[in-house]
């Protein structure tokens, strides 16, 4: 059953020097696909290809041209308007996490935060909860009092990990989460997410510019190019038949 439903999607940056127009990039053009529930749906492209634009909109932080997402039967920007309990049902991972973690911030506030923000609990029970989910992505609570800058690439992934997951959302967008890291920790974030994803259901977007960690979490994959899809299908299908040219080059330029 699907749980989200995009259709038609369009997006175009304007380009601008001072006040004068240079162009137009159509970052996404009629972009139409949906995202199953329990599902692990992966955008595959190039840089420039439109994949981060495509995720920004669903997250909520991007406006598009034109175009619908419809979550659960109802339109999601319209319930981004309306209601603040729909940050709860859809949460983003970004590639870096250094530059979206608060350097000023513990890691205790970091995750604690969207729970005040949304007031989900007592604020009585804010430090079990973080701990416990601080546990479930693999951080001991001695990590409580670290800041950004004392953690490693991974660690500091696994804290905006938790830091998403502790709202419980339904759909996690995952744009890049691993591009930074070294490969044994990307191995291990990419199990961390497939473990999550089994434990509470969740369905994940997964945005990479790698076929082969799409072939490791997809069920399913999206090969997106210049903002339009180029090919969708099963990701075994895909990489032992691939039927797009530039599927082809994606292939041929891995380690497939």
Do not use: W
Not at 77 to 104: A, H
Not at 105 to 131: F, G, W
Not at 158 to 186: F, G, H, M, W, Y
Request: net charge positive.
């Amino acid at each position: 059953m699907e749980i989200l439903k995009v259709e038609n999607l369009n997006k175009v940056y304007i380009l601008k020097s001072a006040f004068k127009v240079k162009g137009k990039v159509e970052a996404l053009r009629e972009v139409s696909f949906s995202l199953n529930e329990n599902e692990v749906l992966s955008i595959i492209g190039e840089s420039g290809s439109g994949k981060s634009t495509l995720a920004y909109i669903i997250a909520g932080l991007i406006n598009p041209d034109r175009g619908k997402v419809i979550f659960k039967g109802e339109d999601l920007f319209s319930l981004y308007r309306t209601t603040r309990k729909i940050r709860q049902k859809i949460q983003i991972i970004f590639q870096d996490p250094y530059n979206t973690l608060n350097p000023r911030y513990t890691v205790y506030h970091t995750i604690a935060e969207p729970l005040l923000v949304h007031r989900i609990c007592p604020r009585r029970d804010v430090k079990e909860k973080v701990i416990h989910v601080m546990e479930s992505v693999g951080l001991q609570s001695d990590y409580l009092n670290k800041y950004p800058h004392q953690l490693s690439g991974g660690e500091r992934q696994r804290v905006a990990i938790a830091r998403a997951i502790i709202l419980k959302p339904q759909v996690l967008i995952c744009d890049e989460p691993t591009s930074n890291l070294d490969l044994s920790i990307q191995a291990q974030i990419l199990n961390l997410l497939l473990k999550i994803k089994k434990q509470r259901g969740l369905s994940i977007l997964f945005i990479t510019h790698d076929i082969n960690i799409a072939s490791i979490i997809s069920q399913r994959v999206i090969v997106l190019y210049k903002g339009r899809i180029v090919e969708e299908g099963n990701v075994d299908e895909i990489l032992s038949n691939p039927r797009n040219s530039y599927t082809k080059t994606l292939l041929s330029a891995s380690f497939l």
